[in-house]
């Protein structure tokens, strides 16, 4: 499956609590878009969520995220990784 990076922006003051909610929201329902989420960061102070995932598209991530409640703003494939 195809890795992809995803960020999502204006989550100022998120807090680890929420990040980890957030997260869940996506596990929860991932399995019916045939998506694995990874792994969640955050940057409280820009805003910034990074997400990464096993796909098999960037459209099935997105429809995640938007079903959880936090629409991604950009999702980009990670073709390469060591």
């Excluded at 997400?51 to 980009?76: K, M």
Aim: aromatic share 4%.
């Amino acid at each position: 499956m195809t890795q992809f990076m995803d960020v999502h922006h204006g989550m100022n003051g998120i807090t680890a609590d929420q990040l980890q909610q957030a997260h869940q929201a996506d596990l929860d329902i991932e399995k019916d878009e045939g998506v694995h989420f990874k792994r969640a960061w955050a940057d409280p102070e820009s805003g910034t969520v990074y997400c990464l995932s096993e796909a098999p598209s960037a459209e099935a991530v997105q429809r995640v995220h938007e079903r959880a409640g936090h629409r991604a703003d950009e999702v980009h494939e990670v073709p390469l990784s060591i």
